[in-house]
């Protein structure tokens, strides 16, 4: 086939390559093979590699042996038949008229170090790979490109004298190429900490090249670096009156802006906010259609809070590419933020459609979806939202089925089953098999035990705090607080285990005496729901109250104690404040207020009370009795005023 102004020629008998190449294809044909290994870096065998330097070297030898002005001219072709045949394989040395001039030589010693330089990186040989690349760098110090390479790896190996020589050798050379100025601005300033000569280096790499942003971008670190953040701010304004027509000129820019006022936080004002979205607005001016503009733009409006103005930018990014599941995400998240809940669900529905395999949009899906079941549940919409909520799980369990490498979702799941779902089963399992997922992690252990807890497997429970105790003393990982101490010490309540109880409580008010108030009124309610230490459990009581004087669930806690201690009347009105303060029906008050009302005689309105506790938690064998006992005494037209079942 005709290449390059020549005929190349493959034998397939013997992996040998003839050329047949006109001069000016040789030139090409060198100039081509380099670049497809030194630029694409493709990846060939070293055997390959080898044939290619070789046809390389060939290129070069024939090329430089004589000047391109000198004609060589073709015997006739009767002449060449006429020629005694030469066997190569018995020439020690190359014919003259193929032998390499010293600069062909070192061009062409040159090349096949750079490949052996390749190979050696690729086996991880960063050494012999470095001296390799060097070798060729006495050839051409001015070759920029391979020099900051050297220069990059002398750094990571910590030889900052040499990479910084190299790079001003690569100056010396080529004074008009910014790359080696950036690089020598990183090095004095990252690694030498010399802020005044790394300044200079990026100053003039803005110089050399000033409508590029890499140069801002550096003196701008540099001198964040310097904590000189008024410089900084000023090197990105200079770059904002650079007249360029390229977006990634203006979206990095952007970037840059955005970054520089995060670290401000306090300092920063409005009008800096403005400025940003000017420097993104001349972006999208000037690549209206870009998706990749545009997306820039997007995330850069919802992440200074601008979530409007993201929401058209990400559905343009889905007009040129429908398939971006990522803007898909994006904009389903600045919809939730936005408080339109029903078009990120729809839009995340949409996604799990095409893209079933992605865990993310289950997961967003899922907070989405809770986030509409807590504003129904504010509305007193219960059921809705329990529905709701069951929708939140079933997408969090789907996320974690696609990618179980996700311990914060196992436990935001299991607290979504606790706490409002209240399927406490079905959470001990998925805290099971997270913990199979993550044997070493204490916080999932705990919640495992808080879960069995609640499930009724006391014994279990109390077991399973002792093993994340232990695992959080081995793997120094921090969960035991007061917290901590109060959810065991519940355990153990529940257990039966009461001294060990009241002995948890304890070390929850020593560990935090600030925020002890759910512990003492624990402990205050436990000695009163055993009719045991009343005097004690009062002094609770009233400590927990006087820290929050309108918490229903303490004013349970002391109706209870007066019920214990005989005081009816007192006890009912204190239930009945609880009830009242309370943001959620609660069963437990509802029983006590039954169990009140069965000691006043008042066997009607103990009914009421106890079914409504029952229709709250209709599991609970003692209620149904009491329940039943109750109505039996009304058909009957008997008082109910025997002590009730507790």
């Known amino acids: ?83 005694p045949r030469q066997d190569d394989s018995l020439m020690l040395q190359a014919p003259k008229d193929l032998a390499l001039r010293p600069d062909g030589e070192h061009k062409a010693r040159a090349m096949v170090d750079y490949i052996r330089a390749l190979d050696l990186q690729d086996e991880g040989e960063t050494q012999k790979a470095l001296e390799a690349f060097e070798r060729v760098l006495n050839v051409d110090p001015g070759e920029i490109y391979l020099a900051t390479r050297v220069a990059f790896l002398l750094t990571q190996q910590g030889d900052y004298p040499r990479a910084i020589d190299i790079l001003k050798d690569a100056v010396k050379v080529q004074p008009k190429e910014a790359g080696p100025y950036l690089q020598l601005a990183y090095i004095y300033a990252k690694y030498l900490k010399k802020m005044a000569p790394a300044i200079r280096y990026a100053e003039e790499a803005v110089k050399l090249a000033p409508d590029e942003i890499e140069g801002y971008q550096r003196l701008a670190e540099v001198q964040l670096a310097a904590r000189d953040r008024k410089a900084a701010l000023h090197t990105l304004d200079r770059a904002a009156v650079v007249e360029t027509n390229v977006p990634a000129f203006w979206t990095q820019l952007g970037k840059l802006y955005l970054a520089l006022l995060n670290q401000l936080e306090k300092n920063s004002k409005p009008a800096d906010l403005q400025k940003v979205n000017a420097v993104f607005l001349k972006a999208l001016a000037l690549a209206p259609s870009d998706a990749s503009v545009l997306s820039d733009a997007a995330d850069y409006f919802a992440a200074s809070q601008q979530v409007q103005e993201a929401i058209p930018l990400y559905l343009r990014v889905l007009e040129l590419q429908p398939n971006d599941s990522n803007a898909r995400e994006k904009l389903a998240t600045g919809f939730m933020l936005t408080n339109q809940r029903g078009k990120a669900i729809a839009m995340l529905q949409e996604i799990i459609q095409q893209h079933p395999e992605k865990y993310q949009p289950y997961e967003l899906l899922g907070r989405v979806l809770e986030e509409d079941a807590k504003a129904l549940a504010k509305a007193k919409k219960m059921a809705e939202a329990k529905a709701e909520y069951a929708k939140a799980a079933a997408n969090f369990e789907q996320s974690l089925l696609i990618n179980s490498a996700q311990p914060d979702n196992y436990v935001h799941l299991a607290e979504l089953l606790l706490t409002r779902l209240r399927d406490n089963e079905r959470a001990v399992r998925v805290l099971r098999e997270a913990r199979r997922h993550f044997p070493n992690a204490p916080q999932i252990t705990y919640l495992l035990a808080i879960a069995l807890r609640e499930a009724g497997e006391a014994q279990r429970a109390v077991a399973t705090f002792e093993e994340a105790l232990h695992e959080s003393e081995t793997n120094g990982q921090e969960i035991v607080n007061a917290r901590f101490f109060f959810e065991y010490g519940a355990a153990a309540e529940r257990a039966g285990l009461y001294d060990k109880a009241a002995e948890l409580f304890k070390r929850a008010i020593e560990v935090d005496p600030a925020e002890a108030a759910q512990a003492y009124n624990y402990l205050g309610f436990m000695w ?103 109505k039996t005494r009304l058909s009957k037209g008997e008082p109910a005023g025997a002590t009730p079942i507790k």
């Not at 497809?36 to 060939?44: G, K, P, S, T």
Request: aromatic residues 8%.
């Open 528 to 630: 009163a729901d055993q009719n045991m230490h009343l005097d004690e459990a009062e002094d609770y009581i009233q400590r927990a109250l006087a820290a929050d004087p309108e918490n229903g669930a303490y004013l349970d806690s002391l109706g209870w104690l007066h019920y214990r201690q005989g005081s009816y009347e007192q006890a009912l009105a204190e239930l009945l404040k609880a009830v009242a303060a309370l943001k959620e029906e609660d069963s437990t008050v509802f029983d006590h207020i039954g169990d009140t009302y069965s000691k006043l005689n008042q066997t009607d309105k103990a009914l009421e009370y106890w079914q409504k506790a029952l229709a709250l938690d209709q599991g609970n064998k003692k209620l149904a009795a009491k329940v039943t006992d109750a």
């Open 1 to 83: 086939m005709s290449v390059l102004g020549g005929e190349i020629g493959v034998n397939l008998f013997s992996d040998t390559y003839y050329f047949t190449l006109g001069r000016d294809g040789l030139r090409l044909l060198c100039v081509a093979v380099t670049m497809r290994c030194m630029r694409r870096r493709l990846r060939l065998s070293r055997r390959s590699r080898w044939w290619i330097t070789g046809g390389c070297c060939l290129c070069l030898s024939v090329a430089a042996a004589r000047p391109s002005e000198e004609p060589r001219p073709s015997p006739p072709r009767a002449a060449r038949a006429n020629l």
